[in-house]
């Protein structure tokens, strides 16, 4: 836990402890080993320093707010760009992805059906029937599902 606190983060540069009180943390091993670190310290011109860099707190957490958006950002265009829309007909026959219990082996077939299209939910989900129209429960991602070729 100590090593995560004090560790700076990729995306702010900055350790979480630093961002929550302006400083950096000293470790146990500066203490016992009496590292310069601890031998200059000063507690005037840490209290002083500490309150100064309190009054910029808020800032630096709003810049580390904005890195981290810009890094979702980042992430998400990247898998977007990488992504490829699918669109399935209604009435459309399919096949699903089998689930790992449906596969006896390693030479079992990895999709089940075919199954048709009832409804497109939206956001590539779909709704799905068997073709004697037993309704299948839940929906279905369109990553989980191909066209069927008769």
Avoid: C
């Avoid at 950002?73 to 007909?89: A, C, D, G, T, V």
Wanted: charged residues 30%; without cysteine.
């Amino acid at each position: 836990m100590w090593a995560y606190h004090t560790t700076p983060q990729s995306t702010t540069r900055k350790t979480p402890f630093s961002l929550v009180y302006e400083s950096d943390a000293m470790i146990p091993v500066e203490i016992q080993e009496n590292s310069p670190r601890f031998q200059n310290f000063v507690a005037e011109e840490s209290n002083k320093e500490r309150k100064e860099n309190m009054d910029i707190l808020d800032e630096v957490k709003e810049k580390a707010r904005i890195k981290v958006e810009a890094l979702k950002r980042r992430m998400e265009y990247k898998y977007n760009s990488k992504l490829r829309p699918r669109q399935f007909q209604v009435t459309g026959l399919m096949m699903r992805k089998a689930h790992p219990y449906q596969l006896e082996n390693k030479l079992s077939p990895k999709w089940t059906g075919p199954f048709r299209v009832t409804e497109a939910v939206g956001n590539g989900a779909y709704r799905l029937e068997t073709l004697e129209a037993g309704t299948i429960p839940g929906t279905w991602n369109a990553t989980n599902l191909k066209f069927y070729f008769s």
